[in-house]
């Protein structure tokens, strides 16, 4: 593996991604009442609070690995997912933190999170700079990227009926 493909944004998002994927296994809530205590990590609340941002790290980590070293053709890189994704990382887990879980006591994986996913938000706006992204034209790049995802589903259809017609 030659790291040096990696960019900057690549690297922050591997290192604050690991973090946070380490964070979302410790303690986000606890509980103690006399002699019984218990908790929960990120994986144990809502899908939307903890499950959620995990994958979307995983998901975002892995895509960065298939670009940069394997063969593998990816049908397009679009870099504001970069940020969009990362700012879902930072956003879902710091609204827990300021909302938090009733009658239950905020842990440190928690907030290892929410600085883990700043790290992650931090990467995804590098790496949509490092794409060409401008934010004063994120919706327009947004646009497009749909319309070009649109386009080779379309395009992936249509083989599809091709090859089913050559098949009968």
């Not at 809502?46 to 690995?65: E, H, K, Q, S, Y």
């Not at 504001?80 to 842990?107: E, H, M, N, T």
Request: net charge neutral; hydrophobic share 50%; glycine share 14%.
């Amino acid at each position: 593996m030659d790291f040096s493909k990696l960019t900057k944004g690549d690297q922050i998002l591997g290192g604050a991604g690991i973090v946070f994927i380490i964070s979302s296994f410790l303690t986000w809530f606890s509980l103690s009442i006399g002699g019984f205590s218990g908790s929960v990590n990120g994986w144990d609340l809502d899908f939307f609070w903890g499950t959620l941002p995990a994958l979307l790290v995983v998901a975002m980590i892995v895509w960065v690995g298939l670009r940069r070293f394997s063969s593998v053709k990816l049908p397009v890189d679009i870099p504001a997912l970069y940020l969009v994704g990362g700012g879902l990382v930072f956003f879902l887990p710091f609204l827990k933190l300021l909302v938090g879980q009733s009658g239950l006591d905020r842990g440190f994986g928690l907030f290892l999170a929410v600085l883990a996913g700043a790290g992650v938000a931090f990467a995804g706006f590098l790496k949509f700079t490092e794409g060409g992204g401008k934010l004063n034209e994120l919706k327009s790049q947004l646009a497009g990227a749909a319309d070009q995802l649109g386009d080779k589903a379309k395009s992936a259809v249509n083989d599809a009926k091709d090859a089913v017609d050559k098949k009968d």
